[in-house]
């Protein structure tokens, strides 16, 4: 693989785990509504979705006013902000920091693309935004994952090429936008998640290197 210009990270899931807690947050909505919701619901049909979209996949064909729709996804947000108050340095990637100083000193921009609108508050909390030099989060663009604006958007604000731009992104939707988008795609998770989608899959980027990416 040539260096590419740009790599774009998504952030929950791939930097950070903060995909644990988007679940803990929709499972204490569902339940407050009395509906089921699990774990493996949550990883094959929520994951790089956006809050309207999850919503509406736990509510399933029960119908709410529009009212109601904003004040549920209100408040999943809430309690999202309660569970990320407690997040540290030390919840991003083991080596996270040492693999994003490696790009960096490549000269390779760094870019986090992330349907979240909390995105901004958890890069802080990480402690990272010294590293990136663009954020586009669920601010910026109104159509979601799988459309690729989110990832030409944020490779537009370091002029990068989107055939010179790399994206890691957890989930098969993520992916597939990246690939629209003709963009390269890195998928971090289980192969089987990404359906042959990704031209490279790592279960993680833990302890990864720039060498590793490019390999």
Same mark, same amino acid.
């Given at each position: 693989? *040539?260096? @590419? ?9 791939? /930097? ?6 988007? %679940? ?6 569902? +339940? ?8 493996? &619901? +949550? !990883?094959? %049909? ?6 309207? &979209? ?6 399933? +064909?029960?119908? %709410?006013? &529009?009212? *109601? ?11 999202? +902000? ?6 540290? @340095?030390?919840? /991003?990637? @083991? ?6 100083? =490696? ?19 958890? /890069? ?6 010294? %590293?990136? #030099?663009?954020?586009? !989060?669920?601010? #910026? ?12 958007? $944020? $490779?537009?604000?370091?002029?990068? @090429? ?7 992104? !957890?989930? &098969? ?21 990404? =359906? ?14 720039? =060498? !590793?990416?490019?390999?």
């Amino acid at each position: 693989m *040539q260096k @590419p210009k740009a790599f774009i990270f998504d952030l929950d899931g791939v /930097l950070t785990d903060t995909s644990e807690y988007h %679940y803990q947050a929709w499972k204490h909505l569902a +339940n407050d509504l009395g509906l089921p919701f699990t774990h493996e &619901e +949550n !990883d094959r %049909y929520l994951r790089g979705v956006s809050r309207r &979209e999850s919503l509406m996949y736990i509510i399933r +064909n029960r119908h %709410y006013s &529009e009212p *109601q729709i904003q004040e549920m996804m209100d408040r999943k947000n809430r309690y999202y +902000n309660e569970l990320i108050k407690n997040m540290t @340095p030390a919840d /991003l990637v @083991p080596g996270g920091r040492q693999l994003l100083q =490696q790009i960096r000193d490549a000269g390779i921009k760094i870019a986090i693309a992330s349907g979240s609108k909390n995105a901004r508050t958890v /890069l802080d909390r990480l402690d990272i935004m010294s %590293y990136i #030099d663009a954020v586009a !989060d669920g601010y #910026d663009v109104s159509r979601s994952k799988p459309e690729p604006d989110i990832f030409i958007f $944020a $490779a537009g604000m370091v002029d990068s @090429p989107t055939s010179q731009s790399i994206v890691l992104e !957890d989930a &098969e939707a993520g992916v597939e936008a990246a690939k629209t988008g003709g963009m390269g795609a890195i998928g971090i998770g289980p192969a089987e998640r990404f =359906q042959g989608k990704a031209d490279k899959v790592l279960p993680t980027l833990a302890d990864k290197t720039l =060498q !590793d990416l490019l390999n």
